[in-house]
């Protein structure tokens, strides 16, 4: 009597595990893939987003061209940035500091 009650509580426990696996696999069947990356509200924030980069350009009047020194900080920036890129460093008093 006892060997019969525990192998139908194995099966029945075997049986809810196999139920809770296709539920979960049904739900990912079901889900879409922009589903599980953004949320409803968070979609339509960036559909308003896009529309309105779309359309605020042909609605605003053109603005005049920056002056020549504002051009210079992105140039500036990007020498700044393949200087960083390119200069040798020396491992050994970089790793000498840490410890």
Same mark, same amino acid.
Not at 66 to 89: D, G, R
């Given at each position: 009597?006892? $060997?019969?009650?525990?192998?139908?509580?194995?099966?029945? $426990? @075997? @049986? @809810?595990?196999?139920? $809770?696996?296709? @539920?979960?696999?049904?739900? !990912?069947?079901?889900?879409? /893939?922009?589903?599980?990356?953004?949320?409803?509200?968070?979609?339509? &924030? !960036?559909?308003? #987003?896009?529309? $309105?980069?779309? #359309?605020? /350009? =042909? &609605? !605003?009047? /053109?603005?005049?061209?920056? /002056?020549?020194? =504002?051009?210079? &900080?992105? &140039?500036?920036? !990007?020498?700044?940035? #393949?200087?960083?890129?390119?200069?040798?460093?020396?491992?050994?008093?970089?790793?000498?500091?840490?410890?």
């Amino acid at each position: 009597m006892e $060997t019969q009650f525990v192998g139908n509580q194995a099966r029945q $426990t @075997r @049986r @809810r595990d196999h139920a $809770t696996i296709n @539920r979960k696999e049904q739900n !990912l069947k079901n889900a879409s /893939p922009a589903s599980s990356y953004f949320s409803t509200q968070a979609f339509m &924030v !960036l559909a308003c #987003v896009a529309v $309105t980069l779309l #359309v605020l /350009p =042909l &609605v !605003l009047p /053109p603005l005049p061209p920056p /002056p020549a020194m =504002l051009l210079l &900080v992105p &140039v500036c920036m !990007l020498l700044l940035l #393949v200087v960083l890129a390119f200069m040798p460093s020396d491992m050994r008093t970089m790793a000498s500091s840490y410890l």
